[in-house]
């Protein structure tokens, strides 16, 4: 599991969440964003844009499989790496 | 017995008032290349944004620029007022109906100022993008002014 704050002023919108979704579908196993109680699929980007996650929300990244840390870090640079 | 080979196909209507146009036609490569999915755009003669089809309101991203809704039988659609319009922080936008809410096609879930998008030179052009792939065994968009019905969808 790798924890990442979101730090782009327009959160997690249709931009970010696209790049999330396709860096997530090409990983085998199953791709999961958690904030608070909340846990959805980041291969969904309904799902993505229903967590409405904004500037400073902390989420954690999970995944299963045999490389988790590889598409947790993936993700981890996708988010700190929106630009707006 | 011939219900068994039926195709299952689900219609649904331009949610705004305008001109229907291809998605590769979209000036925001997020949707022109289809990264977010496949479907259709408006380019949008008023700012009544209704629901495309029936169903239930999954999401409305908290500045009211994009809702999506899901079918009964796990269709999604994603409905994205405008081009970056998410910078706009929600003005312009009034949120009509909440996530949750049973909808039919043509229910108002937003209302948009079109002036306020184009005031921040904001693109009004509205994308609406099937988000579940999987559903869909193809699609022919009606293109052109005034087609309420703007997509069929053949359905897996």
Known sequence: MT?????????????????????????????????????????????????????????????????????????????????? | MFGLFKKKTLSLMAPMSGEIIDISKVPDAVFSQKMVGDGFAINPSNGLVMAPCSGTIAQVFP???????????????????????????????????????????????????????????KSTITPVVITTPDKVKSMDVNLGLGNKEAAIITLN
């Open chain 2, 63 to 121: 500045t009211n620029h994009a809702f999506g809704i899901v079918t009964d039988d796990g269709f999604e659609v994603l409905v994205h007022i405008g081009i970056d319009t998410v910078e706009l922080s929600g003005e312009g936008f009034t949120r009509v109906l909440e996530p949750g809410t049973k909808v039919q096609a043509g229910d108002t879930i937003i209302q948009v100022d079109l002036d306020v998008l184009r005031n921040h030179d």
């Open chain 1, 3 to 84: 924890s990442v704050t979101i730090k782009s002023k327009n959160g997690l919108h249709a931009r970010p969440a696209s790049l999330i979704v396709n860096a997530a579908t090409k990983y085998p196993g199953e791709v999961f964003i958690i904030k608070d109680t909340s846990k959805i699929n980041a291969k969904s980007i309904m799902n993505i844009m229903g967590m409405g996650l904004m500037q400073g929300d902390t989420i954690s990244i999970e995944a299963t499989g045999d490389n988790p840390a590889s598409i947790e870090g993936e993700l981890k640079e996708i988010i700190e790496g929106v630009e707006a």
